[in-house]
C-alpha cells in the first residue's frame, strides 16, 4: 500500500496562519522555504527502524485552549507535575496552542532572564530567536520532518539566561495536548549566555487513545563558554501520537549540557538526542529512560559529538519492555580528529519482561583522534531469577519484587532529573506503564 | 506455645538430577540455637536453600514443616512470611533498591494494606540497629548489596534479622570473610534475637563462629546426612580433633556428597 506523503497543508494556508500571529517577515519566509524542502526531503532513517508508514503527515494543525487563572484551576493529571504545596515560580503550561497560564519571577525578569511562548517570543526578542532558530543546532534542511516542523511550528518556548546569571529555581514547561486530534509541531530554544547556569523541565501530556496524531518536536540548547544547563523531560504522549522529537545541544568553552529525558510515550516515537561538545573542556551527561508496552514501537538516539579538548561525554540509557513492544536503543559517540583528551563513555541496558518485547542496545563509537579514552557497555537480558528468590526470601510477593527490582534497574536515571515533583510524576508514570 | 517449631523430616534434595542431601532428619523449636557443622561438599548450604525454596533445588522425598504447617507447599515469600528466614551466604545485588526502602517493604508485607509501618517509627528502629551493628547510617540510603564488601554484606543480612524478627532464621556461613571485629559485631546481633519465641539454626565450617554464640545443639552432617548430634562440647571437640575421628567412627573415607559409603 502506498502511503500518502503528500503535505497536508499549503503555501497559501502557511502565508495566513503566520500573518494572523503578525510573525516577522524572516519567520514567514523561514516557514515557505521549508514547505518547499518538505515536499522534495526524505524522512529521517533511524538506525534499524523502519518508519515509513508511520504517519508524520496527516493531522490537524491548529487548536487553541482557554487560559487558566490559578494553577490548582488544572485537572489533577496536570497538577501532578508540580508540588500544589509548594507552587512554581517559573512555568509556562501550554494547552493546545495558546498559553493557559504564564510566570516568572520578578527577580529573574529584572535579570533580563526570558521564559517565554515562542510566539511572543518573536514579537518582544525578535532578535534573539532570529539569530539562534534553527540555526547553530538544527538546521532546516536536515529531512523531512525539520523542513516540516519549520513550515508548520504551531508551539513552544524560549528560555534566555543572560550573561553571568544562575538561577537557581528551575523553569518548568507544561505542553498539555488536550485536543486529541491536534498535533504538536513544538520548538524549544534555550540559550545559556556565557557563565549562566538553569534548570528547565519540560512535561509533555496527551489523552488521545484513539484519535491519531502527531508530535513534531524541535528542541534547541545552547550553552555559552562556562554556561551550565540542567535538562529534565517527562514525554508522555499517548498511543495516538506518533512523535518525532529532537532534542540537541550545543556546548562551547566549559559549557556543561545534563539530560534527563524520561520517554514514556504510548505511541511510534523516535527520539534523537544529539549534543556537539565543540568547546574545549566541554561536558554532557545524556540519561534517557524509557518504559515500551503494547505494540508499540520507538527508536531512541543518544549521540555526544565531540570537538573540544579534554571535553567529557556520558551517555546511559534504560529500558524497560513489555507485551509486544520493540525498542532500538542506538548510543553514538564521536570524538573528532583534534579532540584530544576527550572522554567518551556510554552504557545501554535494556530489561525484557515478555518473549514478544524486542529490544536492542547498539553502542557505536567512533573515534578519529589517538590520545582519547572512550568505553562503552549494552546488554539486553531479564529480570535475574536470583534476584526475585532474595527479596521473596524476605516475605515480598513474587509481584512487588518485579517492582522493585524494575523500578531500581530505571532508578539511576530518574534520579537524575532535576525537579522533585517531575522526579514523583515520572516514577508515577513508569508504575503505570509497568504494572 | 511458646515459638515456633520447624520440622524437617528425611529431606532429600536434588540439584541438576544429583542428589545432594540424602535424608536429614532436625527440629528446631523457638528458643534453641542449632549449629551444623561439617566440612565443604557436605551439603549444609543445600539444606538452607531447600527449606528457602531456592529456585534450583528440588525436593524428591521428605517433608519440612512449621507448626505443622507444609513449607515445601510455600511459595518462598510465602515461606518467609511464615515465619522463616535465611541470612544467605551471597546476598544478591539489587541495583536502584535501597537498603532502607527495602526493608520497609519487607516489614510492610507482613503487614495489613492500610497497617503500614509509620515512616518514623521505621527510621528509628532502624537507626537503632545500624548503630547496634555498627554500620554507618549511609548504608540506609545505598543501593541493596550494590558495591558492599563482604563483610558489609554479612552485616546487612543481620540487619535485615533484627529489622524482619523472623520465628526461625538460618544463617548460612555468616561468617565466611570476616575479620574478628566483624565477627563480634555479626554475633552480637544474633545473640540479640535470642529468646523464646526466636530459633535459630547456624551453618559453619569454623568453630571460631561458636566462640561468640553459644549452641544449645550442635550437628555434623557428611555425605547429605546429619552424621552426629551433641551438645556445645561436640563443637569443642571438633576444633580440637578435626572431623577425622568422626570419620573413622562411621568409617567414611570421603566425607563430601558425591561418595557414598
Not at chain 1, 562556562?226 to 559549557?255: C, M, Q
Amino acid at each position: 500500500m502506498a502511503v500518502d506523503t503528500k503535505l497536508p497543508y499549503d503555501k497559501s494556508y502557511i502565508e495566513q496562519f503566520s500573518s494572523e500571529r503578525n510573525e516577522p517577515a524572516w519567520m514567514k519566509e523561514l516557514r515557505i522555504n521549508a514547505l518547499e524542502q518538505a515536499e522534495s526531503l526524505e524522512l529521517p532513517k533511524p538506525d534499524k527502524t523502519k518508519i515509513g508508514n508511520w504517519n508524520f503527515t496527516r493531522f490537524k494543525h491548529v487548536a487553541t485552549g482557554e487560559t487558566i487563572s490559578s494553577l490548582t484551576d488544572l485537572p489533577a493529571e496536570i497538577q501532578d507535575f508540580f508540588d500544589v504545596e509548594n507552587l512554581p515560580e517559573n512555568i509556562v503550561i501550554q494547552r493546545n496552542h495558546s498559553v493557559a497560564f504564564a510566570q516568572l519571577n520578578e527577580e529573574l525578569k529584572n535579570k533580563g532572564v526570558i521564559f517565554t511562548d515562542i510566539f511572543t517570543a518573536l514579537k518582544e526578542h525578535e532578535e534573539l530567536v532570529k539569530r539562534y532558530y534553527m540555526k547553530d543546532a538544527v538546521s532546516v534542511d536536515e529531512h523531512k520532518l525539520t523542513a516540516l516542523h519549520a513550515a508548520l511550528m504551531n508551539g513552544g518556548v524560549f528560555v534566555y539566561v543572560p550573561k553571568n546569571v544562575q538561577i537557581e529555581e528551575p523553569l518548568q514547561a507544561v505542553f498539555w495536548q488536550e485536543d486529541p486530534e491536534v498535533a504538536l509541531v513544538n520548538h524549544v530554544l534555550v540559550v545559556a549566555e556565557e557563565n549562566s547556569e538553569l534548570t528547565y523541565v519540560e512535561n509533555y501530556i496527551s489523552n488521545n487513545k484513539e484519535e491519531a496524531t502527531v508530535a513534531n518536536i524541535v528542541t534547541e540548547v545552547i550553552a555559552q563558554d562556562n554556561a551550565k544547563i540542567s535538562f529534565g523531560a517527562v514525554d508522555n504522549f499517548a498511543a495516538g501520537t506518533t512523535t518525532y522529537v529532537n532534542r540537541r545541544g550545543v556546548g562551547y568553552r566549559h559549557a556543561t549540557i545534563d539530560w534527563a529525558l524520561g520517554q514514556m510515550n504510548d505511541g511510534n516515537t523516535v527520539s534523537e538526542n544529539v549534543t556537539h561538545l565543540i568547546g574545549d573542556g566541554s561536558v554532557s551527561n545524556a540519561n534517557a529512560v524509557t518504559v515500551g508496552r503494547g505494540k508499540q514501537i520507538q527508536n531512541f538516539t543518544a549521540k555526544i559529538a565531540q570537538w573540544g579538548k579534554n571535553s567529557d561525554a556520558q551517555i546511559l540509557q534504560r529500558g524497560v519492555m513489555k507485551e509486544s513492544a520493540t525498542t532500538i536503543f542506538n548510543a553514538i559517540g564521536k570524538i573528532e580528529h583534534g579532540a584530544t583528551g576527550a572522554n567518551n563513555e556510554q552504557t545501554s541496558r535494556v530489561l525484557m519482561l515478555s518473549e514478544k518485547a524486542r529490544g536492542d542496545a547498539n553502542p557505536i563509537l567512533l573515534i578519529e583522534e589517538d590520545d582519547v579514552t572512550a568505553g562503552h557497555a549494552a546488554s539486553v537480558g531479564r529480570v535475574d531469577p536470583m534476584q526475585l528468590y532474595y527479596l521473596m526470601s524476605r516475605g515480598i510477593t513474587q509481584e512487588e519484587a518485579e517492582r522493585l527490582v524494575i523500578h531500581g534497574f530505571l532508578d539511576p536515571v530518574v534520579a537524575q532529573l532535576p525537579i522533585a515533583a517531575v522526579k514523583k510524576q515520572l516514577k508515577q508514570v513508569i508504575e503505570r506503564k509497568v504494572n | 506455645m511458646a515459638g515456633s517449631t520447624l520440622e524437617i523430616k528425611n529431606l532429600h534434595v536434588e540439584i541438576e538430577g544429583k542428589e545432594i542431601l540424602k535424608g536429614v532428619d532436625l527440629t528446631i523449636k523457638g528458643g534453641e540455637f542449632h549449629a551444623i557443622m561439617g566440612p565443604n561438599g557436605t551439603g549444609k548450604s543445600t539444606l538452607a536453600s531447600a527449606i528457602m525454596g531456592h529456585p534450583k533445588y528440588e525436593i524428591t522425598e521428605g517433608s519440612v514443616l512449621l507448626n505443622g504447617e507444609d513449607v515445601l507447599e510455600m511459595e518462598v515469600d510465602e515461606r518467609a512470611r511464615a515465619g522463616l528466614f535465611l541470612a544467605m551466604q551471597y546476598p544478591s545485588e539489587i541495583s536502584g533498591v535501597t537498603t532502607s526502602d527495602f526493608l520497609r517493604s519487607a516489614i510492610n508485607a507482613r503487614r495489613e494494606e492500610g497497617d503500614e509501618i509509620p515512616l518514623m517509627k521505621f527510621i528509628k528502629d532502624l537507626d537503632k540497629d545500624l548503630d547496634y551493628l555498627e554500620i554507618d547510617q549511609s548504608m540506609a540510603t545505598r543501593y541493596l548489596n550494590e558495591g558492599f564488601s563482604g563483610g558489609e554484606k554479612k552485616r546487612n543480612e543481620i540487619l535485615q534479622l533484627m529489622q524482619i524478627k523472623p520465628d526461625i532464621a538460618i544463617l548460612d556461613e555468616i561468617d565466611s570473610g570476616l575479620d574478628i571485629d566483624a565477627l563480634k559485631v555479626v554475633s552480637k546481633g544474633i545473640n540479640k534475637m535470642r529468646g523464646e519465641n526466636f530459633g535459630c539454626l547456624i551453618i559453619t565450617h569454623y568453630q571460631r563462629l561458636l566462640n561468640y554464640i553459644t549452641p544449645d545443639f550442635v550437628h555434623v552432617m557428611m555425605q547429605g546426612r546429619v552424621v552426629k548430634s551433641g551438645g556445645p562440647e561436640l563443637a569443642h571437640r571438633l576444633e580440637a580433633e578435626g572431623y577425622d575421628w568422626i570419620k573413622e567412627e562411621l568409617g567414611i573415607e570421603d566425607e563430601t556428597v558425591g561418595q557414598n559409603a
